[in-house]
């Protein structure tokens, strides 16, 4: 399983949240990345996934491959 994050959720990203999010057994998204956190609190409360708009805090994740 490759435990991934997505960064940015505007249309593209909630996309490919929505595509992966129980249908694969290959991906699994795991946090999310977005400048906008306020923006976003409803979309992430649904997901109950972590949220934060450090990008190089996600990078530096080693549970992210």
């Known amino acids: 399983m490759l435990n991934v994050a997505v960064v940015g959720l505007g249309w593209w990203g909630r996309t490919h949240i929505r595509s992966l999010r129980g249908r694969s057994d290959k991906v699994r998204v795991t946090r999310l990345v977005d ?4 923006e976003h609190r409803d979309f992430v409360g649904e997901l109950n996934l972590p949220l934060t708009r450090d990008y190089d805090e996600v990078l530096s994740d080693p549970s992210i491959n």
């Open 35 to 38: 400048a906008n956190m306020e």
